[in-house]
């Protein structure tokens, strides 16, 4: 049960970080990438038909096809990112937030992006996420 601390935006900043969300326990105790994927994942859900399925190395977002991929750089490499969203694109994107970007197909370019905290969640993020799954619909 949450307390109603502050104002309504904070209020409603609260139970978005602080509900599960399905897909999260890939990211086991890590605490800073469950509360991003709760921020990131809530939003994508609110898209029609969207399915989420969980891998040894990602979760993943699917309209038709995949359209966002959640996963934990750390386990990869050696980094302080706690959490990447990969956007699968029909163009690439012109951002210095895309950390890289790889084509693995004629129509599909696959950018990465690095969240540190849940305010990297914003109208632009969402914006892209938006447009990765009507193409992927």
Not at 30 to 50: E, H, M, N, P, Q
Not at 127 to 137: K, P
Request: some cysteine.
């Amino acid at each position: 049960m949450l307390l109603p601390i502050g104002g309504p935006r904070q209020q409603a900043y609260r139970w978005c970080v602080a509900e599960p969300v399905e897909g999260e326990q890939f990211f086991g105790t890590d605490t800073k990438a469950v509360s991003i994927y709760r921020a990131v994942g809530r939003r994508l859900l609110r898209f029609d038909d969207v399915d989420v399925r969980v891998s040894k190395s990602q979760v993943a977002f699917r309209a038709r096809r995949g359209f966002a991929f959640a996963w934990h750089p750390g386990d990869y490499v050696a980094t302080d990112v706690p959490f990447v969203l990969s956007l699968a694109l029909p163009e690439p994107l012109d951002s210095h937030r895309v950390k890289e970007i790889a084509h693995p197909s004629p129509k599909t370019w696959m950018h990465h992006l690095e969240l540190r905290l849940v305010k990297d969640v914003d109208r632009e993020l969402l914006g892209w996420a938006e447009r990765a799954y009507r193409n992927a619909r």
